[in-house]
């Protein structure tokens, strides 16, 4: 089955404690993407990678690292998470569309990670 | 800058009404423009995207390049139909490839 997992699904962490967030995807898709989800601001990219080695700042990436070193896996790493990191996570993925008009097809979506950090 | 703008963060309609969730754009080039339904608890799905010109579940967005918009209709909301919606646009501008949410509208479809 076609699909993008992310673990944990839930995670209660504290201020400053280094913690990672997995995101896996089986579709041999070149983007993959982070973003959070927050009431009233909806989702904002954090980071995005159009390939293996080939990541980019979105529009949020402070307190934020991602890495791809495989094209299936793209992991998201707080460094020293703070409170306002608090929000619910989800990496996508998605195909690149080799036209001028636009970036990719469709993206497909995790199930999410919430995140608590006290 | 590049941005999509929802204005309203909740619309209620009564079931059997037409539904019209409103969504502009500001980008300098041709985006790649989107919907995504979000039900109650699970994860964003795509609804639809203006390249394929589809009517999924009755509803339908048509992309209007002069006034940068792609509102989502459909003619008769149905219970089923509440969700949060969002609209976002893909696109290549100064070297970068981001992909960008608008900040979604609730649709509540009353009985």
């Known amino acids: 089955e076609a699909q993008v997992t992310q673990n944990p699904r839930y995670l209660i962490t504290v201020t400053g404690k280094k913690l990672t967030v997995t995101c896996s995807q089986n579709?041999?898709?070149?983007?993959m993407s982070w973003y959070r989800q927050d009431p009233g601001l909806g989702l904002r990219q954090i980071y995005y990678?159009?390939?293996?080695?080939?990541?980019d700042k979105g529009d949020v990436p402070e307190g934020y690292k991602v890495s791809r070193k495989e094209k299936r896996n793209f992991p998201l790493i707080l460094e020293s998470p703070s409170p306002n990191q608090t929000s619910l996570y989800f990496c996508?993925?998605?195909?690149?569309?080799?036209?001028?008009?636009?970036?990719?097809?469709?993206?497909?979506f995790g199930p999410g990670t919430r995140l608590t950090v006290t | 800058a590049q941005r999509v703008t929802q204005p309203e963060k909740l619309l209620s309609v009564f079931k059997g009404a037409p539904v019209e969730l409103k969504c502009n754009y500001s980008?300098?080039?041709?985006?790649?423009l989107f919907w995504y339904v979000q039900y109650s608890r699970q994860r964003l799905q795509l609804l639809l995207r203006?390249?394929s010109r589809e009517s999924i579940k009755g509803f339908t967005a048509d992309l209007n390049k002069g006034e940068t918009s792609f509102h989502l209709k459909k003619p008769f909301a149905q219970e089923e139909d509440s969700a949060m919606y969002y609209c976002?646009?893909?696109?290549?501008?100064?070297?970068?490839?981001?992909?960008?949410f608008g900040t979604g509208t609730r649709l509540k479809v009353l009985a």
């Open positions: 996508a993925s998605s195909l690149l569309n080799p036209g001028l008009a636009g970036l990719t097809y469709e993206q497909y």
């Open positions: 980008y300098s080039g041709s985006p790649e």
């Open positions: 990678s159009m390939n293996v080695e080939v990541t």
């Open positions: 579709m041999n898709h070149e983007y």
């Open positions: 976002a646009l893909s696109g290549r501008a100064s070297g970068t490839y981001k992909y960008i």
């Open positions: 203006h390249i």
